[in-house]
């Protein structure tokens, strides 16, 4: 990896982890991680529609946008206390996860769709 590629993700995650503090500070956690979900489910589909859209954009664009500023725009780790939290509420842990992994695999999926869809030609 050359140092652009690096400085690439270094600002895309400085991005995405703003975006995701914003995301937290405007959504209220009460009994259930709405914020960890919202990030995870808009990032899902936009790295869906990254791949989608652009598979031969340049080692930057790509190191930017899906490794630095989605990646850290999403949160597994986040998910997996999330879960732990809702572990004596089984009726909101199993929503939560099954809306959070099967909504990000339909959104990827989506995502990658409607990226090809408007794709940019080499």
Do not use: C, E, H, K
């Amino acid at each position: 990896m050359n140092a652009q590629v690096r400085v690439a993700v270094l600002l895309g995650g400085v991005v995405g982890t703003g975006l995701r503090a914003a995301v937290a500070a405007l959504v209220p956690v009460a009994t259930f991680p709405l914020a960890t979900l919202l990030v995870n489910l808009v990032g899902a589909f936009g790295l869906g529609f990254l791949a989608g859209s652009r598979p031969d954009a340049p080692p930057r664009l790509r190191a930017f946008l899906g490794t630095g500023l989605l990646g850290s725009f999403t949160t597994f780790s986040a998910l997996a206390v999330d879960v732990v939290a809702l572990g004596d509420r089984a009726g909101l842990l199993v929503v939560y996860a099954l809306a959070s992994i099967a909504g990000g695999l339909a959104l990827a999926r989506l995502g990658r769709s409607r990226g090809a869809a408007t794709a940019v030609a080499p």
